[in-house]
């Protein structure tokens, strides 16, 4: 099983800063790693598919990168609607499908 | 508009079973690999399991392998999950999801999700 692991933990921003999230991989994953966005309450949302791909309708503030074991979602000038929590997914190898513990982006 | 809408969740005893339902519209359900995602009060995501386009075939994740089946009927749009030999540790919101690429025979990632069925497993 593929673990995923999310850092930090816990983000402090404000408004119109950058936010860097990071999710590494225990084993490589190419680029078949996505990001998810949550809010309280809610379901979670695809951002972006195969590490860099944004998902339809998702706002180019949001941009990701990486390849193999190591991953970034960026979320540029930060929204007051993008503090949520943050998750990545792989699909590389399945089964099982995993995700990474999450990132919670807090004012 | 897509719209997956979950039923079926509740408070169940440990031991015993629960039916979730998860009614498709807005699109081809026939077209789409469905999953069951979970997630335990306060805590992340976990993939449960997945039914191809067709029902040809189906995965699970260990955690619930041999308890929980997956299943679809295409003729009613609707993607189910029957729970059996539910444990404290099952309690958490159930979402049914669509896979992103249709026709396909792979796990690919979660483009519309349904919002949630909570299920408490809790003597």
């Known amino acids: 099983e593929i673990v995923l692991t999310q850092s930090p933990a816990t983000l402090s921003l404000s408004p119109g800063d950058r936010a860097t999230l990071s999710c590494r991989a225990s084993?490589?994953?190419?680029?078949?790693l996505g990001w998810y966005q949550q809010k309280p309450g809610q379901a979670p949302r695809l951002l972006i598919y195969d590490a860099s791909n944004r998902a339809t309708g998702i706002p180019a503030r949001f941009s990701g990168s990486g390849s193999g074991t190591d991953f970034t979602l960026t979320i540029n000038s930060l929204e007051p609607e993008d503090f949520a929590v943050y998750y990545c997914?792989?699909?590389?190898?399945?089964?099982?499908?995993?995700f990474g513990g999450g990132t919670k982006v807090e004012i | 508009q897509v719209q997956l809408v979950e039923s079926g969740g509740g408070v169940v005893q440990p031991g015993r079973s629960l039916s979730l339902s998860c009614e498709a519209s807005g699109f081809p359900f026939n077209t789409y690999g469905m999953h069951w995602v979970r997630q335990a009060p306060g805590k992340g995501l976990e993939w449960l399991a997945v039914i191809w386009y067709d029902g040809s075939d189906k995965y699970y994740a260990d955690s619930v392998k041999g308890r929980f089946t997956i299943s679809r009927d295409n003729s009613k749009n609707t993607l189910y999950l029957e729970m059996n030999s539910l444990r404290v540790e099952d309690t958490a919101v159930y979402y049914c999801a669509r896979d992103r690429r249709k026709w396909e025979l792979l796990c690919d990632y979660f483009d519309y999700w349904g919002q949630g069925t909570l299920v408490t497993v809790s003597s």
């Open positions: 997914q792989q699909r590389s190898s399945w089964p099982p499908l995993t």
């Open positions: 084993q490589t994953v190419g680029t078949y």
